[in-house]
């Protein structure tokens, strides 16, 4: 009897040891997507803030040079 006992807990045995890389790569993976899903939204919004400044930027650049039109037509009458 301890022999068959001995049989069937060895596919046990390594079963799990067979799964145990397989959870550490299936949790790699998870992990891994996981990063890389956050460094998709984390850089997502860093364009936005850049395109948002480059607007800003565009909108100062505007008004600065019709400021400095308007002050030029006023110094020259």
């Known amino acids: ?7 069937s807990n060895t596919p046990v045995q390594n079963n799990s040891g067979d799964d145990a890389p397989t ?11 996981t990063i890389q899903n956050k460094f998709a939204g984390v850089s997502s919004e860093i364009f936005a803030k850049l395109d948002d400044m480059s607007s800003r930027l565009d909108k100062l650049e505007a008004e600065l040079r019709e400021s400095n039109n308007k002050d030029n037509g006023s110094s020259k009458s």
Do not use: C, I
């Open 23 to 33: 959870e550490f790569n299936a949790a790699v993976e998870e992990l891994l997507n």
């Open 1 to 7: 009897m301890s022999g068959s006992n001995r049989d």
